[in-house]
């Protein structure tokens, strides 16, 4: 998270068209047999740096390009000399075919000083995106005792590979692992490529460093990469604006959101915030007084709730919001996140508005079942579960859902891969003689989050972080209590909503011409 230099379009855009996303391929039936992950191509013959972590020499790799394209890679050297950390994390591929390929210029990590602007591109595994999400930053340290570049670009797992770039768009680092407080992230410094690149042109796995190297060179730039280091940062906005904390209850427990203040063509006042995270009584604190807001609206598909309330609140007005969406063009536009206290986040926009689609969560009847006589039956069901709530009893056969046959352990597994979490379902069951029909509302499968320190969010995840018409992507690094918030750009212009937390990198926010529209029915409401 950090305060950035403008990215000229031109730089922008190479870097982009070079940042690619990848996994693992079978040879004979091209089926994807890996997990996704990043890289580079810097050069126009196809060569491809990402990290060993994710490699195997001589095996091949499908290739997404941000415009859709694909194409396959295979994997040459792979240098790792300490088996238990990967270290040095180094791997090089090949694209295959006729080029020629879209690259970026290498940089050299050896001209990086501390506090220098960075910048990633890649494909974080979480993000149902083939484009690569942009992210900001700074670097902390040119090389630490493990000889890694540690920079604040932040990063989680499908990053691993992709590149970092300085401030003239050359790639300095590649991805290779997140520490657990956020903003500590590790990059394989680009030198380290330069100096063993013969080495790693052929698909062999290299356990010692080599004994010969290739010369590294100097950096013609690295006058001009000081000289850009010297530039002021972007400055803060001047708005004297800020979020609101609203309470309310919700399932019994006491809850706290951020909302924004909007004064409509009408003057009166509207507050919007995250709906999920607004309950019963809503109410805001100004000093020592209590003033209640009473709902106006909500809207499932955006999770946005319009509240109205009689104290005079500092606003937006409407009729100076710009009517237009987030294009691509703004990607790269700096952030500002306003809080309460005055209080401010800063971010890059990452990626522009698109439908964001729903994540599938594997859904449960809360029960155990066996295929007994041909058909699938319930040996346990659990007294509180989904299925107990649908009336349905151990020794119950299932017969179909949503109409479909699932007479057996293997139909019915099949038919349990298209449901999520949340999902209700006509059941068809038969009990002794007789058939009956009943609604069963899936579960949530019990997960336990896993340990990897992208997990390791303040705050954690927003519940409601997924299925929303239109959304922008940032890295401001937002809780999932300060959703509802707005966001300026440099100009004090508004761009949009904080709506949810959803990863490690990832926040989402409902752009403005989306808030526009609700508000304007919500206007007919007053």
């Not at 003057?267 to 604190?285: E, M």
């Not at 579960?385 to 020794?395: C, N, P, S």
């Not at 949810?500 to 919500?522: E, G, M, Q, Y």
Request: one cysteine or more.
């Amino acid at each position: 998270m950090s305060l950035g230099h403008d990215i000229p379009k031109s730089t922008l855009f190479r870097a982009m068209t070079a940042s690619i996303k990848m996994f693992g391929i079978d040879s004979t039936s091209g089926q994807q047999n890996s997990a996704p992950f990043s890289g580079v191509i810097v050069s126009v013959d196809g060569a491809i740096l990402t990290v060993a972590h994710s490699t195997k020499p001589g095996n091949f790799y499908r290739v997404i390009f941000p415009d859709g394209k694909q194409g396959v890679a295979k994997a040459l050297g792979r240098l790792v000399v300490d088996q238990q950390s990967n270290l040095p994390d180094i791997a090089m591929m090949k694209m295959q075919g006729e080029g020629p390929w879209p690259f970026a210029e290498m940089g050299w990590s050896s001209s990086i000083a501390e506090n220098q602007f960075c910048f990633g591109l890649s494909y974080p595994e979480t993000l149902p995106f083939y484009i690569p999400f942009l992210r900001t930053g700074r670097i902390l340290k040119k090389m630490d005792d493990y000889g890694f570049i540690q920079s604040s670009s932040i990063m989680e797992p499908g990053d691993s590979g992709g590149p970092l770039f300085d401030a003239l768009g050359r790639v300095i680092g590649l991805h290779s692992r997140i520490d657990s407080p956020e903003g500590i992230n590790f990059e394989v410094p680009v030198n380290s490529y330069r100096k063993y690149w013969q080495s790693l042109s052929h698909p062999v796995a290299i356990d010692t460093y080599p004994s010969l190297s290739d010369s590294i060179g100097s950096d013609p730039e690295q006058q001009k990469l000081l000289e850009l280091a010297l530039k002021k940062q972007a400055k803060h906005p001047k708005t004297n604006f800020q979020s609101i904390r609203i309470s309310s209850i919700l399932k019994d427990d006491s809850i706290s959101i951020l909302g924004t203040v909007f004064q409509l063509r009408n003057k009166k006042q509207v507050i919007l915030s995250k709906s999920s995270l607004v309950g019963k009584a809503p109410i805001v604190k100004i000093g020592k007084k209590v003033y209640a807001l009473k709902v106006l609206l909500r809207d499932e598909k955006s999770d946005l709730v319009a509240l109205t309330g009689d104290h005079k609140f500092p606003s937006i007005a409407i009729s100076e919001i710009a009517q237009q969406g987030i294009p691509d063009t703004l990607v790269g536009l700096n952030l500002w996140s306003l809080l309460t206290s005055n209080q401010r986040k800063t971010g890059v926009l990452g990626m522009s508005s698109r439908t964001f689609p729903r994540i599938p969560v594997p859904g449960t009847f809360d029960a155990q079942m066996r295929e007994l006589d041909g058909l699938p039956t319930l040996t346990k069901v659990d007294s509180m579960g989904a299925a107990a709530h649908a009336g349905l009893q151990v020794g119950d056969h299932m017969i179909a859902l949503n109409g479909h046959d699932v007479a057996s352990a293997v139909k019915i597994n099949a038919a349990m891969q298209q449901f999520s979490a949340g999902d209700t379902l006509q059941v068809q069951y038969r009990r002794g003689a007789a058939d009956f029909h009943t609604k069963v509302i899936l579960s949530k499968w019990p997960t336990r989050e896993n340990p990897h320190p992208a997990n390791n969010i303040p705050k954690g995840k927003s519940v409601r972080r997924d299925h929303f018409p239109s959304v922008f992507l940032h890295d401001s690094r937002i809780h999932a209590d300060e959703c509802g918030s707005p966001i300026v750009d440099s100009n004090g212009h508004f761009i949009g909503i904080n709506i949810a937390r959803f990863s490690h990198t990832a926040c989402l926010a409902i752009p403005r011409d989306a808030v526009l529209k609700f508000l304007s029915n919500v206007e007919q409401l007053l």
